[in-house]
């Protein structure tokens, strides 16, 4: 039975998916490669009707390649962040995709999940029928009916394709669980599991005596978490570093600022496509003379007109890990028109442009602590998970409120489906 099982962790912005295995040195957990050899995979459906035929469903892109359609510009429509629908109305309802074709919410969670057990199949060599799927402490805070409905409804949708037993654990206890199996005593440990869209706090109480518990529910003191985290950190660098080059923030002949709407939405990952109407265009356009620097205004025209606005955020988070491995880089711009274009940015830049944002994570890190009633000197450990807790500043920033604790990395990208996955050989053993 334990071949037939996996782990799934759905996530809000990304996704993983586990195989517990077991070998004569021992039993472990394999990562299934997703995409181009990657564990992990955004949480992304894109329904493409470019050019349907009045009976044909749109075609369905999964993941990167869902990102790139929607990059692309191809007709149709990106879905990202379906988790979130879990315990709301929206999970019952459809919604238009174009071209005169709609798809019901958990109709859209049911094929994300089923794409996932099909690239598990493939590598496990079999039919998976059992299955530990991840959720956080509270799909919906403090309505513990719509909360027990979300989970109704992962369930329901992961049962529909084809899964015959589904179990539940909790994500910070699965990121823990890698740190657990150090232990030789119980202890406190915060798991911060900060990635592109939230930044998640969690109080969890491990040791030896623990592991083999099914039901962790107890053993999590506190849960809290603020929605700040990478995809804010890349759209206030970018504002900050890049976009001064198209005019953010400059003056026209008069000595007033330009209007800056147009920056945000280049900057706000899902409002990027507004800009590229025809309509803003030619509006963009009749603007030149607002600008005292009309090289500003000629680089935001090479923009909108190039479709540029993602290969701009993408610069801005390359420069957000480039500065977090070495201290400061130099963004390239040359894309905009202008051969040998680059902006410097280092580190002191970067903490000044997100450094109101690593102070709200800081702080929900310590509201957590107060929601347990426990002080910071009793925190034995911290685990750092999720992307963006490889961004220096941020992780020295919140170890420094808890300067006695161990600090422990798991994987930034996996470590709850590896967790999950443990989780799922004892569950199902």
């Avoid at 050019?51 to 990167?64: A, D, F």
């Avoid at 329901?156 to 030789?184: C, K, N």
């Avoid at 711009?333 to 944002?357: C, F, K, M, R, Y």
Wanted: net charge negative.
């Amino acid at each position: 039975m334990a071949h037939a099982v996996c782990a799934i962790d759905f996530g809000t912005s990304n996704s993983a998916i586990a195989l517990p295995t077991r070998s004569p040195a021992g039993d472990g957990v394999r990562l299934v490669a997703l995409e181009a050899g990657r564990s992990t995979m955004p949480t992304a459906v894109f329904y493409a009707v470019e050019g349907l035929e009045p009976h044909e469903e749109p075609q369905r892109h999964y993941g990167r390649a869902a990102v790139a359609a929607y990059v692309e510009g191809i007709e149709g429509r990106l879905m990202r962040s379906m988790k979130s629908i879990l315990g709301s109305t929206l999970a019952t309802q459809a919604t238009d995709v174009g071209a005169g074709r709609s798809v019901k919410y958990l109709d859209i969670v049911s094929g994300y999940l089923r794409h996932l057990k099909t690239l598990a199949e493939a590598e496990a060599g079999q039919a998976l029928t059992h299955a530990v799927l991840g959720r956080p402490v509270f799909f919906v805070d403090g309505e513990p009916e719509r909360d027990a409905a979300a989970q109704a409804a992962l369930e329901a949708a992961a049962r529909a394709v084809g899964f015959a037993d589904v179990s539940f654990q909790y994500e910070p206890i699965a990121a823990a669980l890698d740190y657990e199996m150090t232990v030789d005593r119980e202890q406190i440990v915060l798991v911060a599991d900060i990635g592109g869209g939230t930044s998640d706090f969690s109080l969890v109480r491990v040791g030896p005596e623990r592991r083999e518990r099914v039901n962790r529910a107890d053993d999590i003191l506190a849960n809290h978490g603020v929605h700040i985290a990478g995809t804010d950190f890349d759209r206030h660098i970018e504002l900050a570093a890049i976009l001064p080059a198209c005019g953010y923030k400059g003056v026209g002949p008069t000595g007033r600022e330009v209007p800056s709407k147009v920056y945000f939405d280049l900057a706000t990952w899902h409002l990027i496509n507004t800009v590229y109407v025809p309509q803003r265009v030619a509006e963009l356009g009749r603007m030149k003379t607002f600008y005292a620097d009309l090289a500003h205004h000629a680089r935001l025209m090479t923009v909108v007109r190039e479709r540029l606005g993602h290969a701009l955020i993408a610069r801005a988070e390359a420069a957000k890990i480039a500065v977090a491995e070495g201290g400061q880089t130099l963004i390239d711009l040359s894309l905009l028109g202008d051969h040998g274009l680059d902006v410097p940015l280092d580190e002191p830049q970067a903490v000044g442009a997100i450094g109101a944002d690593l102070q709200r994570i800081v702080d929900a890190a310590d509201d957590t602590l107060t929601q347990a009633g426990i002080t910071r000197e009793q925190v034995d450990a911290l685990y750092f998970t999720g992307g963006s807790t490889g961004l220096k500043p941020l992780a020295e920033a919140i170890a420094a409120r808890f300067p006695a604790a161990r600090r422990v990395r798991g994987d930034a990208f996996a470590s709850v489906a590896a967790g999950l996955g443990q989780h799922a050989r004892r569950v199902f053993a």
